[in-house]
């Protein structure tokens, strides 16, 4: 289906008409020069060819400014409608990166791991289950920022995942705001799917708002919280990572009554079946019922008119180039080089005298 992005633009089709209008003529510019006698006849005769001309200029330069327009107009050709995936559900990760994630205090087949390292199994493992739910990732320490905005695409938000490293944003935990932005995030979508996965290791250290103020302005907004803590007794494992000792820093009793009051759960990490409990209780998330979307990919067709309106605007500037060409390239050009150069003298010597 051929169509106009912006149709409005084919307004301008009537400037110069306006232009024409409103500006006065042109004076014609009176100079000296010989006439003579001749026919009246004779004289149409000859003028023919040049109205002619004319003409053939003026209908070239409309078409020039009708393609100009039209490539303005942006004409696309649209496909035919596809509809998308649509669950119901949107999911932003919100995943801890600040400097204690970095202690090896876990275990890979028999080599120390970190904890960032073990967020990102969990993360990554949760992600794959997520077939056809948006997912947006916020990475916080000191501060969040949003990594990956809502999105179908999986595959990013585990790339980006495993691009994030300890330090980025500075080495402190700001729970509180990391769960504001986020509810920033899901405010716009709509109510009843809206679902923040929080991932972290520790307590609430810095930040303008505490983790029960930020779960207060989530309740408010419609927006659920599941909060997975990173941590637990020595010896655990955690997705094949085995616990070395203890996290010192972790809240459960936080993390806890965060989820607790925007209608979430939390769940500790502390081995394969809390965290097999956690995703479980995530894929029983019902989502709303959304109207279907669909989505006609447009291709731009703007070039073609906009190209023939070049070679149109230099076909009527041709003529004018010639004539400030060099004599022998306009006598390879226009002709005959010896009729050219004697057409260039008698000017010269008419000039002279």
């Not at 409608?81 to 876990?106: I, N």
């Not at 739910?133 to 938000?157: E, H, K």
């Not at 659920?224 to 010192?248: F, H, K, N, P, T």
Request: with cysteine; glycine share 8%; proline share 7%.
């Amino acid at each position: 289906m051929l169509t106009l992005a912006w149709p409005w633009v084919l307004a301008a089709l009537a400037l110069p008409l306006v232009l024409r209008w409103l500006l006065p003529p042109a004076r014609r510019v009176q100079g000296r020069a010989l006439r003579l006698p001749a026919n009246a006849a004779l004289a149409a005769l000859a003028a023919l060819p040049e109205v002619r001309l004319r003409r053939l200029r003026l209908l070239v330069a409309v078409a020039a400014w009708l393609l100009l327009v039209l490539a303005a107009a942006r004409p696309q050709w649209l496909g035919e409608p596809a509809a998308l995936p649509m669950s119901g559900r949107d999911l932003m990760l919100v995943v801890d990166v600040s400097g204690s994630m970095e202690q090896p205090d876990f275990e890979l087949a028999g080599q120390p791991a970190s904890r960032l390292a073990v967020v990102k199994q969990a993360a990554r493992a949760f992600i794959e289950r997520r077939a056809q739910d948006r997912l947006g990732l916020i990475l916080f320490a000191s501060a969040p920022y949003v990594q990956t905005p809502l999105t179908y695409d999986r595959n990013a938000v585990v790339q980006m995942l495993e691009e994030a490293v300890v330090g980025l944003a500075g080495r402190d935990t700001a729970i509180g705001d990391a769960i504001g932005l986020a509810v920033k995030r899901l405010r716009a979508e709509p109510p009843g799917n809206r679902v923040i996965v929080l991932l972290t290791d520790g307590d609430n250290s810095v930040g303008r708002l505490t983790p029960l103020q930020a779960a207060g302005l989530a309740a408010r907004a419609g927006v659920r919280i599941y909060s997975i803590g990173l941590g637990g007794v020595e010896g655990a494992s955690v997705g094949g990572y085995r616990l070395r000792q203890a996290g010192d820093d972790l809240n459960p009793e936080l993390l806890r009554a965060v989820a607790s009051l925007t209608g979430g759960r939390y769940f500790a990490a502390a081995d394969a079946r809390e965290l097999a409990a956690a995703y479980a209780a995530l894929d029983r998330l019902e989502p709303s019922v959304r109207a279907l979307q669909t989505y006609r990919p447009a291709r731009d067709l703007y070039p073609l008119p906009a190209a023939l309106a070049l070679g149109l605007c230099l076909l009527l500037a041709l003529p004018h180039l010639h004539l400030h060409l060099p004599p022998p390239v306009r006598a390879r050009l226009g002709g005959h080089p010896e009729a050219a150069d004697a057409g260039v003298a008698a000017v010269e010597s008419r000039d002279a005298r």
